[in-house]
């Protein structure tokens, strides 16, 4: 009653928490995740910004952004969050306040991703989600790599297992093999995630590749994922593969 789409609970007067809002309205909460934000730490001060309401203190910096953007959704440009003290400051670009944060607080500001109005479309699966774009041309796995740079992402990583799970959903129904970014370029057998260079687990190594994958044959380095097959595979990288783009959703 409030304010419009800002539930709260009638005990304690608290927002309810996206989790919840996710499990009592399952449609309203899918229809929300077509538009995904993150907030990213700003290096040059809180010039240009302004206060919305009142410091309020949260239990870590997600729950006081989940507050920014429950309380003032569109409004909630950016947060001001001091671990020491866990004090959140929500703020915008036409606020009321002047901006002033302290000396030892650190500000985010929000970047809008998989909107709708850009080709990336997000995909989801319970808690997990990834916002992919699926090419429609065939080029090398380097090429691959540049045009996912261009638009600001980089080639699919899966380092959690319910992330394959969200690839499977993306493929589905779609003419594989793809690229996706994995490879041992570098030093046979270590096989690196492009995005940041670090050697595939363990865990997530038997979880992609069979009994006999991969198996280099004739000095196949990167790896693609085919739907028709369902199964990763290493090839060639001078091959002419589909691939697909991601943006990170966390920066």
């Known amino acids: 009653m409030d304010s419009e789409g800002v539930f709260k609970w009638v005990d304690d007067g608290l927002v309810i928490t996206s989790a919840m809002y996710s499990a009592l309205f399952p449609e309203q909460a899918l229809a929300l ?54 004090r959140c400051t929500p703020g915008g670009l036409n606020g009321v306040r002047a901006w002033q944060p302290q000396a030892l607080d650190s500000i ?5 991703v998989c909107d709708g109005h850009q080709p990336f479309k997000l995909y989801t699966i319970n808690s997990a989600m990834s916002c992919l774009w699926l ?23 899966l380092k959690e ?13 779609r003419k594989g093999p793809f690229w996706i970014g994995l490879d041992d370029m ?3 057998g270590n096989f690196k995630w492009v995005d940041d260079g670090r050697v595939i687990t363990t865990t997530m ?11 280099d044959q004739g000095g196949e380095d990167c790896v693609t994922y085919g739907d028709e097959v369902d199964f990763f595979n290493d090839e060639k990288c001078d091959k002419n593969e589909y691939y697909i783009c991601e943006i990170s959703l966390l920066t």
């Open 135 to 157: 090419s429609n041309d065939q080029v090398d796995y380097s090429l691959a790599n540049t045009k996912c740079t261009t638009m600001h992402a980089h080639l699919i990583t």
């Open 33 to 86: 995740k077509s538009q995904v934000v993150r907030f990213k730490k700003k290096t040059n001060g809180g010039l240009g910004m302004t206060q919305l309401g009142g410091q309020i203190v949260t239990t870590s910096l997600l729950a006081c952004i989940d507050r920014c953007l429950k309380a003032h959704q569109e409004k909630c440009f950016c947060v001001s969050y001091n671990k020491g003290t866990k």
């Open 186 to 188: 570098d030093s046979e």
């Open 161 to 173: 297992r319910s992330k394959v799970e969200v690839l499977k959903r993306a493929v589905s129904g």
């Open 108 to 112: 985010y500001t929000r970047e809008t």
């Open 205 to 215: 190594y038997s979880a992609l590749f069979s009994k006999n994958k991969p198996d």
